[in-house]
């Protein structure tokens, strides 16, 4: 199987950036292959009023992020953009001001890199 890292920069106000990215992630788990996704840039905006978030796009990243394919949100991005609260209400840890991921590494360990 093969190993998929998507990495969302988009900006919530496009929900299609965020559901089908998500949903293709899910398919690809289903399927076995090794998936990791990660929030950047402006797509850490996405934590903050989450609950007003169109249903697709909500529902793509609930089943997500309950099969924990969410792998991490860049910490340099959220701090910057105000959001580590709201994203920290979600569960994912913000530890600094690092950015993340570091995509050298995902291609080293073998996955292709997505970026919506």
Partial sequence: ???HAFILLS???YPGKFANPLTYAAQLDDAGHDVEV??????????DDL???????????ARAKERDLIAGV????????????AVESEG???EG???APDVA??????YEIHMV
């Avoid at 860049?74 to 609260?85: I, L, M, N, P």
């Fill in 51 to 61: 609950e007003e978030r169109p249903q697709p796009a909500l529902d793509a990243y």
């Fill in 1 to 3: 199987m093969s190993k």
């Fill in 92 to 94: 994912f840890e913000i």
């Fill in 105 to 110: 590494e995902l291609v080293d360990e073998g």
């Fill in 74 to 85: 860049c910490d340099h991005c959220a701090s910057f953009k105000g959001v580590v609260e």
């Fill in 11 to 13: 900006h919530p106000e």
């Fill in 38 to 47: 990660y929030f950047d840039g402006e797509a850490t905006y996405w934590f």
């Fill in 97 to 99: 001001t690092d950015h």
